[in-house]
């Protein structure tokens, strides 16, 4: 399926948004996912699936000051 992850088209074969961030992202503490504009809890992750053409922004927190 084609994805679109922080505006750049991407082809996976992830069923579900955990199976996404987890192989992308590896450690997935600090990241925020939303899913066409949408942001998805973390604790729904594991059964959202994805669907062709979903536009995917991941943000992730930094430290500064």
Same mark, same amino acid.
Request: hydrophobic share 45%; net charge negative.
């Given at each position: 399926? +084609?994805?679109? *992850?922080?505006? #750049? !088209?991407?082809?996976?074969? =992830?069923?579900?948004?955990? +199976?996404? !961030?987890? !192989? #992308? =992202?590896? %450690?997935? @503490?600090? $990241? !925020? $996912?939303?899913? %066409? /504009? @949408? *942001? *998805?809890? %973390?604790? @729904?992750?594991?059964? =959202?699936?994805?669907?062709?053409? /979903? @536009? *995917?922004?991941?943000?992730?927190?930094?430290?500064?000051?």
């Amino acid at each position: 399926m +084609e994805l679109s *992850i922080n505006g #750049e !088209a991407r082809k996976t074969n =992830f069923a579900t948004l955990k +199976e996404l !961030a987890s !192989a #992308e =992202f590896g %450690n997935v @503490k600090g $990241i !925020a $996912i939303a899913v %066409n /504009d @949408k *942001i *998805i809890p %973390n604790s @729904k992750w594991p059964e =959202f699936s994805l669907t062709e053409n /979903d @536009k *995917i922004l991941v943000v992730t927190a930094a430290c500064g000051g």
